[in-house]
């Protein structure tokens, strides 16, 4: 999962033709899920703007645990949507005790209840060559705030944290 | 930051030569910090893909809790290496608790230590576009894995756990 592992984007959209996601294929994005409700909500902007970037039809939010919808219940609405197969993608930085054991045993329960349905869990994201990117960008932007030369981001809006403390 | 604050790259580089860090800049990529050895040294390999991708000069792994580095010993060691300025870049999906918090009072906690040197705390990574078409990368890559045509990548690797569960 290191940087040997990357795809150039160019690559990707190729295998997608060949092995991506096909119109019965359901999307589950999970995260741990939290107590606070506007952490939550951020899921669900995240899968808006994963449905919008990538055309996937049937792309559904879960959390692992402490909130609603769970993972059972997206597994659920994957297949009332048609899916004949789920692709489990965990919202998570890096395998842990949650990647190895919670999300598969919790995703097998749910699978249970659909004999015929198959799914697969997908790696975490950290170790990605991109994510260097969108953190180099998040300073960038904050660099370009304090200079006066960009909006706060959606993160920061309001809570004047974005500055230099001296 | 939603999809409306995305920057393509080559606004990136342009507004990097304008605002990016400086020589003199020092980057902590903190993340939460894990009792598993193996989640920490995981930061150590993204600081190193950090500094290969990006060029800049001192960047430095912390941990908010748990373990070894600490912010502390980060920024302690950014200024002997001669920032003058810290940018200290949370590896955490949404803003919480933790970044709302427990990070700025640690910074600022081990900024006191060093008057003249000024600080910033960036965003958090989560709602990016590219972080879609990281999740997406990860799916690809896994369905090409099932389909014979693509290794198992290295957070699978030796766990048999890359497949389809029928």
Redesign the interface.
Known sequence: ???S?Y?P?QL?VN??E????SDRDG?I?V?HG?R?QE?NL?LN??VK??R???GYPIVEPAHMELAEPSIKDAFNLCVQQGAN?V?V?P?F?????H??QDI?SL??EA?KEHPGI???????????????????????????H??G??NE????TG?G??????
Chains 1, 2 share one sequence.
């Open positions: 999962m290191g940087s592992s795809v984007s990707t295998n997608l060949k092995h991506g996601v999307v994005i995260d939290s606070r952490s951020m902007e995240f703007m994963f919008d970037r990538t197969r692709i993608s919202f930085l890096f395998p842990g005790r990647w190895y598969p995703t097998a699978a198959s799914y697969i869990i997908t790696a975490p994201l950290g170790l990605h060559e991109l994510m260097v990117d969108i953190m180099n960008d998040r300073i960038n932007h904050c660099l370009s304090v200079a030369n960009a981001c959606e993160a920061c809570t944290k974005c500055r230099i403390y001296d």
